[in-house]
Structure formats: structure tokens, C-alpha cells
């Protein structure tokens, strides 16, 4: 039981402070980020992909959702639920890394300062949203 509420805790102060991070770097970026477009044949998709892959702040995300689903004992009752749980999660994962790898590599002539702004405070938003979401389900069932 304090696993759970220890792992609870630590995913709801990771989105938390992920989310205000997100908020408050979206109205410091400059609006100028424009920088010359250079094509290079597939060069953009692996940069995309491995910097996806290595991108610390979305294993945090990661493990702060996951830590938080096992938690609330959605994910590890059983080890059938468990193995889907892992499997999802790598999968999601992996997914998530090609679809920002591709989004590198055809996104960015069409993305301009103001909407990566936009894009950055709402995911700062969600991050928030979902953590204020699992601190109130877990208060809900301490009480």
C-alpha cells in the first residue's frame, strides 16, 4: 500500500511540475525560432527518432503515468495484466517515437513560433490537468 501511494505521489509531483515547466517556457521562447530549412534525404526522420528515443523528459512522462496506473492498481494484478500493461507501454512508447520522429521530418517547414508556443503551453495544460486529475483520485480513495 505505501508503494502505491509513494509511486502516486511521484507521478503527481512529476506531471505537476512537467505541466507548470511546459506552461512557463511557453511564454519565454522568443518568437523568433526561424532558422533555415535544410533537406536532407532521411536525415530529419532519424534525428526525430533518436532524439525521441533518448529524450529524458519523456521517460520521466513514462514512468510518471505508468508508476501512477500500477498505483491505482489499473496495470499488475495479474501477471497476464501485467505482461499487456508492459507490452502497451513498450508499444505506446516506441509508436510515440516514430510519430514525433515524422512529425520532425514533415512538420517542421509548416510549424511556425507562435503555433509551437500554442502547442507547448497545451501540453504543459494536459500535464497539469492529469496530475491534479490522480491527486484527486488518490485522495479520493485515501478518504
Sequence with gaps: AWLRVALGVSGV???????GMGIRDSFKMPMALTAPVTETKGGSFRSGLAISMANPMAVGYWLSVGGALVAAGVAGSTPAQTASFVAGFLGGTFAWAFVMALAVRWG???????????????CGATMLVFGFGLASQMIGNLL
Excluded: D, E, Y
Excluded at 509531483?13 to 505541466?19: D, S
Design 13 to 19: 509531483a512529476l506531471l505537476v511540475t512537467l505541466g
Design 108 to 122: 517542421k517547414p509548416l510549424l511556425t513560433p507562435v503555433a509551437f508556443r500554442a502547442i507547448t503551453f497545451l
